[in-house]
């Protein structure tokens, strides 16, 4: 179902290239380019067509790597180095904020001032628990019209870690971590770069419980059941 565009939705790009672009500073490898002599810096590449008898047939998509436990930790983190982070801002509708989860193809965003500080994370859970209809019947108004700041968990209540730890750590490690705080969902942070705020702290990436066992090969639990979802990550692991 299509949503009508809003003067936030407008800058999404930008705040999500100005929230992360310490990060790319810093760390964007750019490939060399093509060394060869100026009077010949471009040129055509052959083409072909198909023979008598030949056919052409797109390749099939590779999903995504299965893992292990004692693989590496960083083998199941967004890194957002390389996947570009889904943001909205705290008075967005939950109802905008769930369609674009789905556009998207992602269970959580970030929450996400002017001036891109993160404020929170909200995820499908929090949209599509009880608390929306909930705050719907003690506001009287429509499940629709509740907004992201209503449900999001603020920024200073979320888990985080170090990337510089998560590097030495392995699959099973992030699994424990997240069992220990209960939460599907914590960031990897890592330190300001040279010239930057002291304070600041950038999200290098996030651990989703949902993806690590998407990615151990276990089905999707109906209702995104965390507990069984834990149960089954566990079960795998010691398996």
Do not use: N, W
Not at 11 to 22: A, D, I, N, Y
Not at 86 to 98: E, G, I, L, P
Not at 122 to 129: C, E, N, P, Q
């Amino acid at each position: 179902m299509a949503t009508k565009s809003s003067p936030e939705s407008d800058h999404m790009p930008q705040l999500v290239e100005r929230m992360f672009s310490g990060i790319v500073r810093d760390y964007d490898v750019r490939p060399l380019p093509v060394q060869r002599p100026r009077e010949q810096l471009y040129r055509p590449l052959r083409e072909t067509k198909a023979g008598v008898g030949a056919t052409y047939r797109l390749q099939s998509q590779v999903s995504g790597a299965r893992v292990q436990a004692d693989a590496r930790a960083t083998d199941v983190m967004t890194d957002l180095r390389k996947v570009a982070a889904v943001v909205t801002r705290s008075f967005a509708t939950v109802h905008d904020a769930h369609q674009a989860m789905i556009a998207h193809g992602v269970r959580a965003l970030f929450v996400v001032d002017e001036q891109s500080i993160v404020l929170g994370i909200i995820t499908a859970t929090d949209i599509l628990g009880e608390k929306p209809v909930q705050l719907a019947q003690q506001r009287g108004v429509r499940h629709d019209e509740i907004l992201v700041r209503d449900l999001m968990t603020p920024a200073d209540l979320l888990e985080a870690m170090s990337f510089e730890e998560v590097t030495q750590a392995c699959v099973g490690d992030i699994v424990a971590t997240l069992r220990r705080s209960g939460r599907q969902h914590a960031l990897v942070i890592e330190s300001a770069p040279a010239g930057a705020a002291s304070s600041t702290l950038f999200v290098r990436g996030m651990f989703s419980l949902t993806q690590i066992a998407r990615q151990l090969g276990l089905p999707p639990q109906p209702g995104h059941e965390v507990a069984r979802t834990f149960a089954e990550i566990e079960a795998a692991i010691g398996a």
